[in-house]
Every structure is written in structure tokens, then in C-alpha cells.
């Protein structure tokens, strides 16, 4: 939800800023902007759309000088428009101001700064903050110290950067809620929402904080906190390297995850088993048997994606270890008044770690007693931050807003942690342990092998059905998990309108909508159920529907009722879904590739939603 970087040093900071904007943009890509230092004024460049809209705006009007900030905007108050980019202004020009996050307070805060007199020209919660800080500026205070004050009066969430022209030696960046960093180079500085932004020049940065406030010059970072008291941090450095942020030869981010998955399936499984391969490790978490015998209830919270590889982890944790297990999306689960306490271990999943509403979820289990453990991805984000213990599902970046690569890891962590508590509390044998083991080891070949040969066959699938309109998804038990995360991934990026459905369930009313022609995605890798789900296939071929299966090798029978098959490696019935999971993203990525969609940067959507 929006992205923001800044630049202070020796270079012209432009090609800087659009180059952080562009990796920048899966967090929002509704229109871009700059505002650039150079002698005592700010020029500022904005406008509609994609940061290449910026970029060709700069060509014709160009600008350059060594401080600068910018914005990829992702539109919450006022819509997509030149007026409503970033960076916003004080009235004087004097002051420019980016930021990622909402301020609830605004419509107050704007009608105070309206009788003062200053004047609004955009619809934005955003330009308030402009004004506010000028409003200070104006009473004598400097510009450090106008921010801060203007922190004080804002309600809500924000990452800021600010520039003023009377000090051309320094950017002002802050944060809550909304992520931050500040890169930390050799006679430059950076801020920015995220590394990728900034990786091609340091990998080292300072990760801030709710409420903390840097002074960013060329060759000094100062970090303050609400209160103006100076404060130290740790440097962190990043580990990845540039290529991780670039698409390799891919034609899109999207594929480049979906193919990096094998590896990150073995890097999971390589780091999370005992030397002896008996037990798992899961990086320190202390989840043993007396903290988890004090436990009578687990509540998994998500969004999205997340929530269905935490949907898996339901259905495996309550078959495999007996004790009940809830599942909700993070946005319910905030306002529903859960029923938790300390005897509940709720577990939140979340590849950006910022999710708003999963954040909040953890904050409100923290507050009633409960044990959270986090799944995250993003190492150093506030969920990995605020939960009691983490478990970091280690797949690199993932800058497609349709999430890949991620799930698969958060579905692996789930594999992992429930065969964690099978053990502990002695709900499986050593067996059935080293069994499963097996299986798993088999994973990312297993993927490999998908990788290669379903291709072909999905590319003819959707040659086929490229003109559908509406796309059903039916399975039954973990299956049914499989076909919410694939319709998901379909109606993301390929725009198309998808149902999952219990295949049980379609009797009860949606059956009505299959007639001649409308494509059905069947799943049905798991055998104690795959003559039930059969069943329920032919009843949709019978009604006019073409099909297409995915099961498990060995079972061709599912030809009698299929129009295709695409076959997974046989697995254990606990791991189908991983497995079963991938034509789907392929499924979903060719048919959004037929159809010409902007696969990594879909409508209206952003990679991490820090808004509620
Ligand atoms: O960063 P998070 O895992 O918390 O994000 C949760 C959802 O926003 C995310 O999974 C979303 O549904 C994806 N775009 C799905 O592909």
C-alpha cells in the first residue's frame, strides 16, 4: 500500500528514486511521483499510473539535484489522479512530503488548517500533514522539531518523508504502522519502504520502529523518538542480493516465483530437521511439550493467501494432533471478540509481515493472554517483531502481488509445525514421522517434475477455454483448501470470476450455474475421498460442464469423467496440497498471460496491504 523512497548524497538522486519506485511498485501502482532539492526549491514531478508514466513525464520535463523523495501511490483517500499523487506540498512550496499509511484524524485536522487559511488541492489524508508540519515551520520551530510535533497530532498509521528547501543537507523520515528503513551508504543515504528499493546501492540499513523519527543527511543518520530524545539502533544487513529483486530472464516476477519453488521447498525442509533427521527445529521456537500440553485451542489468522495455507494447517493439525483448531481472516477475527485466553496458541501467517489486519489480530491475541507464533516472510517486519516467536518461512522475496512461492513455504511451515506438535505430544509415532519425512524429502524433485511436464498440457487447456467467463473449483477436505487458494490466484490476476466449492456442497444450490461449457477445476488427490469427489464431477459433465482434474498419479480413472488431467507425483495424503497447488498457478498465470493482464502488477490490488 503505497511505497516511498528518498535519496541524499552526491548523485542526481532522480534515476535513484525511479529506480526504488520500480521495485517499489508491487505495493501500488496508481500513480508515481518525485520531489527533488535542487538550490532553494523543490520541483516536483507527479502523475496518473505506473511509475513509467513518471518516468516519461521526466524525459519531457526533467529535474535533478542530490536530495529527493518519491512516491508509488496506492489510492486510499481521493482517487487516481495527477492531484492526488505524492509528494505533497505546503502552499509555499517550501515543504514536500510523502507517506504510506492513513491518517484517520484528517478531516479534523484539515478543517483547523482551513481556518487558518491554507488551502487544499487534493483529496488526500496525506496533504494535511504537508501543512501541519508548515503550520509549525511557521511558529518558529525547525523542521525536525515540526514534524515531530506534527506526529503528535496525528492519528494512524504512517511512514513519511520529508524534504524542506531552507535544509538542503537533510531528509526527515518516520514511522508507525507503515514500514521503514533507512539505507545507510558512503557519503549517501536512503530511505525506503522496503530493500529492494535500495539494494543495488547498500544492503545495510537501520530498521525503524513505531514512532521513531530519522534525520537523514549525505554522511550522518540521526534517530530520534517521539519525544525528540536521541535513541541508537542496530545497523541490520540484508542477505539477499540484487538478483533476487530482478526477474532473472523471467518474463514476469510471477513466473520466476512459481519456478523458484523447488528451492525454497529444500531450504525450508534443509534448516527445520534435527542432524539425526528425528526431530524438528524450528529456529528456537519454544513450542515443547509442557507449553504445548497447556494449550487447549489453536486460532490460525490470516489474509488472503496466507489464510488458506493456514486453512491446510487446520485440517492436518486437528486430524493429526486432536486438538480443535479455529480459522478466521484477520479482518473478522479483529471485530468478533474472539473466544481465546493463555491457554490458546494463536498462530497468524503473513509473507509481508505489515498486513494491517493480521497485525492487528496478533496485537488483540497478545492482549488477551494468548501465545501468538508468527509465519512471516519478511525478516525484521512488524508481525515477525511483535509475535512471541517466529518462524521465518524463508522464501526470498516475493514481489508478484499474486503470492506463489510464499504460500508453498507457508504450507511447508504448516507441515512442519504440525508434525512438531504431533510428536511432542505423542500423537504420532517414530514411523509415521519417518515416513512423512520421506515424503517430504521428495517435495521439490516432485515439484520439479510438475514444473516440466504440466506446461504443455495447461497451455492447451487454456487455448481451449480462453473464452470462458466463469470458472468453478471443487475438491473435498484439503482439496476443497487447494481450490480457494487456485480461484483466488485466477480471479487476481486473470480477472476472471471463480467459485470454490465444497464439491459436497454444489447441490445445494451452486449446480445451478454449470451449463454447457462452464469450465470446472476439479481437484482430487485425496484417496479416502476421490470416488466422493468423482461423483461429484460427473454431475457437473452431466450438466453440460468441461473439466479439467488434477489427482494423483495411478489414479486414471479419473479420465472417465475428465476432459484432461493434469497428474501430481504420488505423496503422501498430507502433502497433496503443495503438490496439487502448482498447475493451479500455472493454470492461472497462462490464462492470464492469453488474456493479456499485467500479471505482476494486477488492477487495483497491492503486494502488502498495511491498510484496513
Ligand atoms: O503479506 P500477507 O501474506 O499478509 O498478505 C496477505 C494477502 O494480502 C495476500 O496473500 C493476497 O491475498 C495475495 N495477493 C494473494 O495472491
Not at 538478483?243 to 516465483?257: I, N, P, T, V
Not at 507449553?291 to 487447549?296: F, R
Not at 489414479?555 to 503422501?572: C, F, G, K, L, M
Request: hydrophobic fraction near 40%; charge should be negative; charged fraction near 25%.
Amino acid at each position: 500500500m503505497c511505497g516511498i523512497v528518498g535519496y541524499i548524497g552526491e548523485q542526481n538522486c532522480v534515476p535513484v528514486l525511479i529506480n526504488g519506485l520500480k521495485s517499489l511498485e508491487y505495493r501500488g501502482y496508481d500513480s508515481a511521483g518525485v520531489a527533488v532539492l535542487s538550490g532553494d526549491t523543490i520541483g516536483i514531478r507527479k502523475t496518473k499510473g505506473k511509475v513509467d508514466n513518471l518516468s516519461n513525464l521526466l524525459l519531457n520535463e526533467p529535474i535533478s539535484g542530490k536530495a529527493g523523495i518519491g512516491h508509488t501511490r496506492w489510492a486510499t483517500h481521493g482517487a487516481p489522479s495527477d492531484m492526488n499523487a505524492h509528494p505533497h506540498f505546503s502552499n509555499d512550496d517550501k515543504i514536500a512530503v510523502v507517506h504510506n499509511g492513513i491518517i484517520e484524524n484528517y478531516q479534523e485536522l484539515k478543517a483547523e488548517l482551513e481556518k487558518k487559511g491554507y488551502v487544499f488541492q487534493s483529496e488526500t489524508d496525506t496533504e494535511t500533514i504537508a501543512h501541519l508540519i508548515d503550520d509549525y515551520y511557521k511558529q518558529g520551530h525547525d523542521i525536525l522539531e515540526s514534524v515531530r510535533k506534527t506526529l503528535e497530532r496525528i492519528e494512524g498509521s504512517y511512514a513519511l518523508g520529508v524534504l524542506c528547501t531552507d535544509y538542503p543537507d537533510q531528509l526527515i523520515a518516520a514511522r508507525k504502522e507503515s514500514p521503514l528503513i533507512v539505507g545507510l551508504g558512503k557519503g549517501e543515504n536512503f530511505i525506503a519502504s522496503d530493500i529492494p528499493a535500495i539494494l543495488n546501492y547498500t544492503k545495510k540499513a537501520y530498521i525503524l520502529d513505531d514512532k521513531e523519527l530519522a534525520l537523514v543527511k549525505a554522511d550522518s543518520v540521526s534517530l530520534y523518538d517521539i519525544d525528540g530524545n536521541e535513541i541508537k539502533k542496530e545497523v541490520y544487513t540484508y542477505k539477499w542480493d540484487v538478483e533476487a529483486a530482478q526477474k532473472s530472464g523471467y518474463d514476469h516476477f510471477m513466473l520466476k516465483e512459481i519456478y523458484e519453488q523447488p528451492k525454497v521447498v529444500r531450504d525450508n525442509l534443509a534448516q527445520r530437521f534435527s542432524e539425526d533427521g528425528k526431530s524438528i527445529e524450528l529456529d528456537g521456537i519454544k513450542l515443547g511439550r509442557a507449553e504445548l500440553e497447556n494449550i487447549n485451542l489453536i486460532y490460525i489468522v490470516a489474509c488472503g493467501t496466507a489464510y488458506y495455507a493456514g486453512l491446510v494447517g487446520k485440517y492436518l493439525l486437528e486430524r493429526m494432533v486432536g486438538i480443535p483448531v479455529n480459522a478466521d481472516v484477520a479482518s473478522e477475527f479483529r471485530y468478533k471478540e474472539p473466544l481465546i485466553d493463555e491457554h490458546t496458541l494463536v498462530i497468524v501467517i503473513s509473507q509481508s509481515g505489515e498486513t494491517a489486519d493480521t497485525h492487528s489480530a496478533l496485537k488483540l491475541a497478545k492482549s488477551k493472554g494468548s501465545r501468538v507464533l508468527g509465519i512471516v516472510n519478511a525478516v525484521g517486519s512488524s508481525i515477525a517483531r511483535d509475535a512471541d516467536d517466529v518462524l521465518y518461512t524463508l522464501a526470498g522475496f516475493e514481489i508478484a502481488v499474486a503470492s506463489t512461492k510464499a504460500f508453498s513455504a507457508q504450507v511447508v511451515a504448516m507441515y512442519l509445525i504440525t508434525l512438531h506438535i504431533a510428536m511432542e505430544l505423542g500423537r504420532i509415532d517414530n514411523d509415521t514421522f519417518e515416513e512423512i519425512k520421506q515424503a517430504m524429502d521428495l517435495l521439490p524433485k516432485q515439484i520439479n517434475d510438475i514444473l516440466t511436464k504440466a506446461v504443455p498440457k495447461i497451455r492447451r487447456f487454456v487455448n481451449k477455454y480462453i473464452g470462458s467467463k466463469n470458472v468453478f473449483y471443487i475438491g473435498r477436505g484439503l482439496d476443497y483448501v487447494v481450490c480457494m487458494e487456485g480461484s483466488l490466484k485466477l480471479k487476481e490476476i486473470a480477472y476472471l470470476h471463480s467459485e470454490p466449492y465444497a464439491a459436497g456442497e454444489l447441490k445445494h444450490g451452486p449446480i445451478a450455474l454449470i451449463e454447457e461449457a462452464t469450465l470446472v477445476v476439479g481437484i482430487v488427490t485425496q484417496e479416502a475421498l476421490f470416488d466422493k469427489t468423482k461423483s461429484n464431477i460427473k454431475e457437473v459433465k452431466a450438466r453440460g460442464a468441461k473439466v479439467l482434474a488434477i489427482a494423483m498419479q495411478g489414479n486414471r480413472s479419473i479420465e472417465e469423467v475428465a476432459d484432461d488431467v493434469i497428474y501430481i507425483p504420488r505423496t503422501h495424503w498430507m502433502l497433496t496440497s503443495l503438490l496439487a497447488n502448482i498447475p493451479q498457478q500455472l493454470f492461472a498465470y497462462y490464462m492470464a498471460l492469453e488474456l493479456g493482464e499485467d500479471i505482476d502488477k494486477p488492477r487495483n490490488l497491492a503486494k502488502s496491504v498495511t491498510v484496513e
